[in-house]
């Protein structure tokens, strides 16, 4: 109990050295490449829900938004098995951490929107201001439209942090209250117990609906734009 509460989501290091790029590249090491003919068990599933999701997501993008299709499932696997492999014991989390989220938010809203200011500049610009706006309104619909622009790459970067952070932070809290029961009341604890294994299979879904929902925005903005 006397343990930080946050220590969980400090960057480990190895030697004095961070390490937090050898555990961004691990998550690669659960898709091997198929390299026979019938593939396996684990290997077929993997294949059949990858093909599910991409068919889902780019069933609303014309031919030039699909070409973004393995940039978009890379994105969900990384994102998706990163969340699940913080939930093991003793583990890391990349995605608690604002900067990585940021890094890979604020390029892919970057390339969308120069996708769209590149082919589809008049449709793009037209965004800035609604048909039929009041002329007294005009500069001030320019600024919010702007602002809520540059804001999108944030609110990307946050919603995944805040949930990530905020399920590991009720585990942690609810396994050490769990572990402080233990020997005032075992009823309570069986309890607690009980709500603590709730919550982690809800954090099990969680990660995944996170990881679906950061790669399905960026699909949708990428959609606006082609």
Known sequence: MNENLFSSFTTPTMMGLPIVILITMFPGIMFPSPNRLIN?????????????????????????????ALMLMSLILFIGSTNLLGLLPHSFTPTTQLSLNLGMAIPLWA???????RHKTKASLAH?????????????????????????PMALAVRLTANITAGHLL??????????????STVTAIVTFSILVLLTILEFAVALIQAYVFTLLVSLYLHDNT
């Not at 800035?128 to 540059?150: A, D």
């Open 111 to 117: 390339g969308t929107v120069i996708t769209g200011f």
């Open 40 to 68: 396996n068990r684990l290997i077929s599933i993997q294949q059949w829900l990858v093909q599910l999701t991409s068919k889902q997501m780019l069933s609303i993008h014309n031919q030039k938004g699909q070409t973004w």
């Open 171 to 184: 585990i942690h809290l609810i396994g050490g209250a769990t572990l402080a029961l233990m020997s005032i």
């Open 128 to 152: 800035f201001l609604p048909q039929g706006t009041p002329l007294p309104l005009i500069p001030m619909l320019i600024i919010i439209e702007t602002i809520s622009l540059f804001i999108q």
